[in-house]
């Protein structure tokens, strides 16, 4: 039997909103597993979480660069937050995203690109050999429209372009008036980086996610008694209601949720100067989806007594 640890169960009830008890029992059930505990207790009725979010575990930055109709967002990990406000590391990120605006966001490919006298990977190594501490370029990506503008949000920035979440949208339109499409662009990459959709529409939901909900709601209907029929109506209902929660357009608009990110857009057209349609959104989080292995400070303390 895996063992559950405090520390389990706590960022199980960070993703839950379960008790403890409840958070225990489900990782007792599934083996330790955080993930499937989540599943576990909303099958039980125990959780309205709909998804693990990622607890944000690696430091380092995220770095946007915007050009007009094109736009890149890159993360660049490091070991240590302090690492963060250091001048050397940030003028590395600023350059990896420079170079992807122009080179694309094929991480392993950017690796060997040269900017300067060095290629990126080059660069990473003497940031490391200069701080000090370890770095990894760990992602990448880039959007773009034909028509229209592509625009950029940076939650919890530190510097020009560098911060904690990085929000690139672009809007399509023929609309003439740029600053009003970047104005209601940037309300919506705020909005994004607060409700962290999941598409810009519900057909666009990977389809792997939408069949893990159908089970949930499947389940949690049939625990509750209700006949093969109603489970089927209960679910379709569900997921109409599952499609509003993570659809960017059908979302309630952060900045007046009395209507929708698509109404929203619809009365920005006339200023804009035509109808404005989103093509896509890129939402980077720093450390989403990266464990960090958790230290007994103490037991490191005393480990390094032991070696003295």
């Not at 099958?43 to 944000?56: E, F, I, P, Y």
């Not at 959007?143 to 940076?154: D, T």
């Not at 666009?204 to 939408?210: C, H």
């Amino acid at each position: 039997m895996a063992e559950i640890t405090a520390s389990a169960v706590k960022e199980l009830r960070e993703l839950s909103g379960a008790g403890m008890m409840d958070c225990k029992a489900a990782l007792t059930e599934t083996k330790g597993d955080i993930q499937a505990g989540v599943d576990w207790l909303r099958k039980k009725g125990l959780s309205k979480a709909a998804k693990k979010s990622g607890r944000v575990a690696a430091e380092g930055l995220v770095g946007i660069v915007v050009d007009g109709k094109k736009g890149v967002v890159v993360e660049v990990n490091s070991e240590t937050d302090f690492v963060a406000r250091n001048d050397h590391f940030q003028g590395l990120v600023k350059l990896i995203a420079q170079t992807a605006l122009h080179n694309g966001a094929d991480v392993e490919k950017l690796k060997t690109v040269k900017a300067g006298s060095s290629t990126i990977d080059e660069a990473v190594a003497s940031a490391i050999a200069t701080i000090g501490e370890n770095m990894t370029f760990r992602r990448a990506a880039e959007i773009s429209v034909s028509e229209g503008e592509v625009a950029q949000y940076m939650h919890g920035a530190i510097s020009e372009g560098l911060g904690k979440i990085g929000v690139l949208v672009a809007l399509e339109s023929k609309g003439g008036n740029k600053d009003e499409l970047n104005r209601i662009g940037r309300m919506v990459a705020m909005h994004i980086a607060a409700a962290n959709p999941l598409a810009v529409e519900s057909k666009g939901i990977d389809a792997q996610t939408i069949e893990r909900e159908r089970g949930i709601l499947a389940e949690k209907a049939r625990a509750s008694g209700k006949p093969d029929n109603v489970v089927e109506k209960i679910v379709d209902s569900g997921l109409k209601s599952f499609y509003k929660e993570v659809s960017l357009i059908d979302q309630p608009f952060v900045h007046d949720p009395s209507k929708t990110v698509a109404q929203a857009l619809k009365e920005t057209e006339g200023k804009a100067g035509g109808p404005i349609a989103i093509k896509g959104f890129v939402r980077f989080a720093l450390g989403e989806g990266v464990e960090k292995q958790e230290q007994d400070f103490a037991a490191e303390v005393a480990a390094a007594g032991g070696k003295a």
